[in-house]
Nanobody, 120 residues
């Protein structure tokens, strides 16, 4: 199983970006999918998660600016980021809890990270 993230880049303050992350490989089902970010010299922190039933959880500072969605037919999770600020600059990692077969308890998988830089 692999997670492939894309969509990062350089954006001006106030701008928007949409990140995508697609899971591939032997997949029976996907439960939680989400995004984390890691700024230089800092810990990796939760941005938000979305369960298979549609429940969401966001870091307080991102509420109203960031939206997580998913397309289960494509095994893909998205992160729409609006009103971006310089402090949003970080490497963004996708995360998913995936079962590879029916009796599998599931494991956590990480994407490779995609750089988001917010700067004028």
């Amino acid at each position: 199983v692999q997670l492939q993230a894309s969509g990062g880049g350089l954006v001006q303050p106030g701008g928007s970006l949409r990140l995508s992350c697609t899971a591939s490989g032997s997949i029976f089902s996907i439960n939680d999918m989400g995004w984390y970010r890691q700024a230089p010299g800092k810990q990796r922190l939760l941005v938000g998660t979305l369960t298979s039933t549609g429940s969401t959880e966001y870091k307080e500072s991102e509420k109203g600016r960031f939206t997580i969605s998913r397309d289960d037919e494509k095994n893909t999770v998205y992160l729409q980021m609006n009103s971006l600020k310089a402090e949003d600059t970080a490497v963004y990692y996708c995360n998913a809890a995936i079962r590879k077969y029916f009796l599998d308890r599931g494991s956590e998988y990480w994407g490779q990270g995609t750089q988001v830089t917010v700067s004028s």
